[in-house]
């Protein structure tokens, strides 16, 4: 049976959850798209439901519901509508080794995306967010994700203390040079590209360090990001 009232049960929450505190109070956030589907579904991780447009090649084997394409495309968050939506359960837990990446004030959502992204990629086992930092299951951070927000840890944190192994501080200009590889369990620790880190909590890290430039004042906080796992990592991969 095709869904063809806008008053849907689904839809409606669909709805709401593009609004930060319904992500909050529920526990849950929407993805849209087959290939953020086939990405949690690598991850092992299923959906608590998904609504595809109506005739889609799919739905009867993957036990999806139809909803008439212009119900669809009215709560779609992308600028063509997708044509498949998903609801899922987030995932918080603890920040865990042995190479983590903290958040502190990072509040764009595409930055955390793309932070989430290159954890995944150069093997973090987990992105932890401090206070300031943008939703990292916005839609905007979920699909600058591309996926990884399945494949990766999140975890919140207010302090020092709540980050496994040894807090390294990413200072523009500040400290020594970042030389990987890094040994042992350790959390690379970035701050919003106005404001950086607070000095109390400077205080706490264990290193403080920068990527060393060969011009420029800083980089993109997802771009030092970035680099610095691929630093911190680089002769593992190699």
Same mark, same amino acid.
């Not at 299923?46 to 799919?58: D, F, I, K, N, R």
């Not at 990446?101 to 093997?123: C, E, K, M």
């Not at 999140?154 to 040994?183: C, D, N, S």
């Given at each position: 049976?095709?869904?063809?009232?806008?008053?849907?049960?689904?839809?409606?929450?669909?709805?709401?959850?593009?609004?930060?505190?319904?992500?909050?109070?529920?526990?849950?956030?929407?993805?849209?798209?087959?290939?953020?589907?086939?990405?949690?579904?690598?991850? *092992?991780?299923? @959906?608590?439901?998904?609504?595809?447009?109506?005739?889609?090649?799919?739905?009867? &084997?993957?036990?999806?519901?139809?909803?008439?394409?212009?119900?669809?495309?009215?709560?779609?968050?992308?600028?063509?509508?997708?044509?498949?939506? *998903?609801?899922?359960?987030?995932?918080?837990?603890?920040?865990?080794?042995?190479?983590?990446?903290?958040?502190?004030?990072?509040? &764009? @959502? *595409?930055?955390?995306?793309?932070?989430?992204?290159?954890?995944?990629?150069?093997?973090?086992?987990?992105?932890?967010?401090? @206070?300031? !930092?943008? &939703?990292?299951?916005?839609?905007?951070?979920?699909?600058? !994700?591309?996926?990884?927000?399945?494949?990766?840890?999140?975890?919140?944190?207010?302090?020092?203390?709540?980050?496994?192994?040894?807090?390294?501080?990413?200072?523009?200009?500040?400290?020594?040079?970042?030389?990987? @590889?890094?040994?042992?369990?350790?959390?690379?620790?970035?701050?919003?590209?106005?404001?950086?880190?607070?000095?109390?909590?400077?205080?706490?890290?264990?290193?403080?360090?920068?990527?060393?430039?060969?011009?420029? &004042?800083?980089?993109?906080?997802?771009?030092?990001?970035?680099?610095?796992?691929?630093?911190?990592?680089?002769?593992?991969?190699?």
């Amino acid at each position: 049976m095709t869904i063809t009232s806008p008053t849907n049960q689904h839809l409606r929450e669909i709805r709401k959850l593009a609004r930060a505190p319904a992500r909050r109070s529920s526990r849950r956030f929407v993805v849209e798209g087959e290939d953020l589907l086939a990405a949690a579904a690598a991850a *092992g991780i299923s @959906p608590l439901y998904v609504l595809c447009v109506q005739g889609h090649e799919s739905a009867r &084997d993957a036990g999806w519901l139809e909803v008439a394409p212009a119900l669809l495309a009215k709560v779609s968050a992308l600028g063509s509508s997708a044509r498949v939506i *998903g609801v899922f359960e987030q995932r918080f837990g603890l920040a865990s080794g042995p190479l983590a990446v903290a958040l502190w004030g990072v509040g &764009d @959502p *595409g930055n955390v995306g793309t932070i989430i992204r290159s954890a995944h990629a150069f093997g973090a086992s987990a992105v932890a967010l401090g @206070p300031g !930092s943008a &939703d990292p299951y916005g839609p905007k951070a979920v699909r600058a !994700s591309m996926g990884a927000i399945f494949a990766v840890e999140i975890a919140g944190f207010t302090g020092i203390a709540e980050l496994p192994g040894r807090v390294i501080a990413l200072v523009p200009g500040a400290g020594a040079p970042l030389a990987g @590889p890094i040994e042992g369990t350790a959390t690379l620790l970035l701050g919003g590209e106005r404001e950086g880190l607070p000095a109390e909590l400077l205080a706490g890290c264990h290193e403080v360090v920068h990527i060393a430039q060969a011009a420029g &004042d800083s980089l993109n906080v997802a771009m030092a990001a970035t680099v610095a796992l691929y630093e911190a990592t680089r002769m593992a991969a190699a």
